[in-house]
């Protein structure tokens, strides 16, 4: 196939308008921390962050993804920093949107960063209780409302909590702030380095989140999720992770054409920045031939660690 025709019939492409960064933070000042699983990933203080998005911006950033890593003494039971609003999260969402009125900013509601036992809800006897996880995470999303924040993206995986959180919203006259569900959420092992980027994963006990996060062997209880998300309220979707699942993805889109995101999650970074790095694999074209494919899937955009990366790529171009 000539080149001409192989560009006319391409039906999935890629542009700037497609990523969302996910950003780690810590409190302090200049501050930049790589993180050992994800090279060329780093945790920054804001004062370190802010040039790093200027930059981003400049070559067509359209939104991020905020995660904290809070100091451990900082963490309790039930996650009580989380309903701080001078905590991390919401100090930064106001800093960086007085900075950058036009970047979309996204909170991620859950406890996890904030719980002693890293889970991302509060535990009864010996379980997650779902519903005193939902009266603290719809107060958790307000105060990100308040700081600023575009869209609040309930990443725990309780039941009800989307309903929860919009009517909360409304209740707090934030009309114009969108939900963007975590609706498929697998239990999956491709979430380790994320864990020890917020420093999580050895306080997780037991070593997974089985409980509230889906059995990666099923698809049915994933389009359960999505349409129950849709009818509470949810603006647009994530699946999550993304390259084992673009069955799902492109499922989710088929059955019910809402906005859908996929996230490469932080093990998908690690293993194929790690592929490269020991030149199995050439790392530009792994990454852009993994984000064509949530495209081809019928994503409308992806959470990619990548997103520095390739976005300098697209500018070259
Ligand atoms: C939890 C949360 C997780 C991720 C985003 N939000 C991990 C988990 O469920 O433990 C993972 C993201 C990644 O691996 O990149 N609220």
Redesign the pocket.
Known sequence: MKNFSRNLTQESSISQNDFIW?VFIIDGKNQKQEIQKMPLVYRYSLDKLIPEIEHLVKLGLQAIVI?PQIENDKKDEIGTDALNPHNLVCNAVRKIKKYFPELGIIC?V?L?PFTSHGH?GVISDDKIDNDKTISILKKQAILQAKAGCDIVAP??MMDGRVLAIREELEKNEFKDIMIMS?SV?YSSS??G???DAID?KKLIKPHH?KSY?MNPANSDVALHEVKMDISEGADMVII??GMPYLDIISKCKDRFRVPVFA?Q???E?SMLMSAAKMNYLNLNDIVLESLISFKRAGADGFFS?FTPLILEKLQKK
């Open positions: 996910p995660f991620d859950a996890d991302d990443s725990d975590y959420k491709f979430y380095p994320f864990r999580s989140k996060q999550k992770p996230y999650v932080s093990g970074y660690y």
